[in-house]
């Protein structure tokens, strides 16, 4: 139910009340914007689009410029992808959308849009906060602190267009739309306040497919709040007005469960997995039945006691009749995949994410749980405690949930900082209680833009000049039906910048046979490689109809360094590296000396006019390096094979480039994974069409 402002939070408000305050505000809130976009700008400079999937998007949107989105997808060969059934559209309709009424390019587009809407959520956020707190400073420090969380900046950085960089906005819509429903009195309000919500649950939906977590959120907030309801004299009501009891809460849950169903019949990727959507409304369902449940219990006591009794009937219905097992999905989610932002958060992730804001959003959870403890707001503080907390245990289940847990994390840590100046006041006068939070907000300010002005130099695109250069090459060297060999990673690099068909891509949906096919692929010899090729093409035909002979593979280094991922997807152990990076070099006279090093142990590639030798450090032990590779970007590369030392040698093998060197075991020597990538001899199979020192484009033979 809505709440007049609290004494207390007027009190504040007028005891930290300055001159010509308006302008102080706005004036912190334009600075926050010009922070923010400057933090987001830097990855301008290289022109490029960040990541994988960015690509995807890109190609998606210029269909719907150039005549129309086909139904099937015509660069991915291997499976038959229909673009409506795998992904939702909302990024490739806004971009198109925004590039055919403006002219702008749509690459243009696509590289400034995230950081327009990166700003639109600091100023969303502020008007949020300043409606639910009442609070302007409270509001922009919010704004300000989202603008600088190195998390949030990662996916509205320049170039970084994502599913969840427009899920962002359409979050914060969507909290703003259900705190509007709990406050507002007025009927008709309500309502319309409950179908906006709906819209915007849909177009979230649209946008990105972690929109269940709006329901999941009001489902949470229904249960809890009569847990910090103010306790009334119960009065004689009718059966009706018991069963009708709070009416925004009803609004509440029957906008998340339109929502939901509206997103289901509508959006078909939601129709082929419609797990997410049956958890969330049973979330919803459940709600509802603790809501009908609060009438008829005496107390809070009674209500807790009803709630962990159908708890346990929830989860034993849902395990033995729907066949979910709920806890083992929330503690041991398998939604981790092979990419890097699947995986579970651990602590590095929060100091690289989060830096030093869960310090004061520690701080700040203390504050709203004495705020509800007293009554303060305590709806619309318990809403919002449950927002933080259900993010928070999301992006610890997947990394990538991480940017969606920088929201709720600015405005508690920013609620750190008037928690501060709250609590002190009880052993601090005012001015003095005003100075300290005044400090240490400069002092967490300070260290943390120093900290994002840092991480923003790491955003750099994943398509370097490299790969840039080995695309264009592949695009004007290759024919036009082409379908080309590639690992997963780059298949999105493959389709939108080379123009050319590829085997596997980022979707991940029925690539399986493809991804662990590559990966066999380099596992196999040279002489077992066609019969590889040959049985990948042939799956390809029996599952699609669509015959095609792969004419080239595309290898990189960094494959060297994926050899974790490489044995997953065929499920057993065949690669092995270990890697040594780049420290300098020396000369001496005529002699050259190149230092790699890891950890305590150094490599060192020692050349002249006469010789050229290896040899590892490691303590006070030497050894030599009978077998080393070179890396030539101009033509083969350099390979030293059983050099004699005067010393003990190690029987791996080093492969010396001039960002790293890498190890591999000699077991390795004779697959693919060695010949093409560091060797590139002994090959009659394949023929090296262009190297460029990182990329290889090898020719199949046959």
Not at 147 to 173: H, S
Not at 177 to 202: D, H, P, Q, T
Not at 221 to 237: D, G, N, R, S, W
Not at 280 to 291: K, T
Request: proline share 3%; aromatic share 14%.
């Amino acid at each position: 139910m809505a709440k007049k402002k609290s004494s207390k939070m007027k009190d504040t408000e007028n005891k930290i009340k300055l001159s010509y305050e308006n302008y102080i505000i706005g004036l912190f809130l334009t600075f926050s914007l010009v922070i923010g976009a400057y933090l987001r700008s830097w990855s301008l400079r290289f022109g490029i689009m960040m990541s994988y999937d960015t690509y995807y998007f890109l190609r998606e949107a210029s269909y719907y410029l150039t005549g129309g989105l086909p139904k099937i997808d015509p660069m991915a060969p291997t499976v038959v992808r229909y673009f409506l059934e795998e992904d939702v559209q909302g990024v490739p309709i806004l971009t198109s959308f925004i590039s055919r009424i403006t002219g702008i390019d749509l690459l243009q587009v696509h590289m400034g849009l995230p950081i327009v809407l990166g700003l639109i959520s600091s100023i969303i956020i502020f008007f949020i906060v300043l409606f639910v707190w009442k609070n302007k400073y409270l509001a922009v420090i919010s704004a300000f602190f989202l603008a600088i969380m190195p998390a949030f900046i990662y996916r509205t950085t320049g170039g970084f267009m994502e599913k969840d960089t427009l899920g962002a906005p359409f979050f914060l819509i969507c909290l703003l739309l259900a705190v509007l429903i709990i406050r507002e009195k007025n009927i008709k309000f309500m309502a319309i306040y409950g179908i906006l919500s709906v819209l915007s649950i849909y177009l979230y939906a649209n946008s990105y497919g972690n929109f269940f977590f709006i329901p999941i959120i009001i489902g949470m907030y229904v249960i809890l709040q009569p847990l910090v309801a103010i306790e009334e004299k119960k009065k004689a009501l009718s059966l009706k007005d018991r069963l009708m009891g709070d009416l925004s809460t009803w609004i509440l849950l029957l906008s998340g469960i339109i929502g939901l169903v509206l997103s289901l019949v509508l959006l078909p990727p939601y129709q082929n997995d419609p797990l997410r959507i049956e958890l969330s409304l049973m979330g919803l369902a459940f709600g509802a039945l603790m809501h009908l449940t609060r009438a008829f219990v005496k107390n809070k006591t009674y209500y807790l006691g009803a709630l962990f009794a159908w708890s346990a009937l929830l989860l034993a219905t849902a395990y033995f009749v729907l066949g979910y097992n709920i806890l083992s999905f929330l503690l041991l989610s398998d939604v981790h995949g092979i990419s890097g932002q699947g995986q579970a958060m651990t602590f590095i992730d929060v100091i690289d994410k989060f830096y030093v804001f869960p310090i004061l959003a520690v701080i700040g959870v203390i504050y709203v749980i004495y705020q509800i403890k007293n009554k303060t707001s305590p709806n619309e503080n318990l809403f919002f405690l449950g927002s933080f907390l259900f993010t928070a245990f999301m992006a610890y289940q997947m990394l990538r949930n991480a940017f969606f847990f920088a929201i709720p994390l600015a405005i508690f840590a920013a609620l750190g900082i008037i928690g501060i100046y709250e609590f002190s006041q009880k052993y601090l006068d005012s001015k003095k209680a005003l100075a300290l939070a005044t400090i240490v907000l400069i002092a967490f300010s300070g260290i943390s833009f120093y900290n994002s002005n840092d991480y923003k130099t790491s955003l750099v695109p994943h398509l370097t000049d490299n790969w840039l250069t080995a695309l264009l090459w592949l695009d004007g060297n290759t024919p036009q039906d082409e379908v080309v060999c590639n690992w997963w990673d780059y298949g999105y690099w493959i389709q939108t910048v080379g123009n050319r068909r590829t085997i596997s891509d980022g979707m991940r949906t029925g690539m399986g046979p493809w991804i662990s096919g590559y990966s066999e692929l380099l596992a196999s010899s040279d002489s077992t490689a066609l019969q590889r090729l040959l049985s990948m093409e042939e799956a390809a035909y029996t599952q699609t109809g669509n015959r095609f002979t792969m004419k080239h593979v595309i290898v990189d280094q960094s494959l060297l360094i994926k050899t974790g991922v490489l044995n997953s997807v065929i499920q057993r152990n065949v690669f092995s590296t270990a890697y040594f990076y780049f420290r300098g070099t020396s000369k001496n006279g005529a002699t050259t000396t190149y230092v790699y090093e890891s950890g305590d142990t150094r490599l060192y590639l020692v050349t002249d006019d006469k010789v050229t030798y290896c040899y590892i450090e490691q303590g006070n032990q030497r050894y030599g390096v009978s077998n080393f590779v070179v890396e030539n970007p101009q033509g083969k590369n350099f390979v030293y094979e059983n050099i004699q030392y005067d010393l003990q040698s190690i029987a791996q093998i080093i492969y010396l480039t001039p960002q790293n060197a890498i190890m591999i075991p000699p077991t390795l020597k004779d697959t693919l994974f060695a010949r093409l990538i560091i060797y590139e001899t002994d090959l009659k199979n394949f023929e090296l069409e262009y190297d460029n020192g990182y990329v290889k484009i090898y020719k199949i033979l046959r």
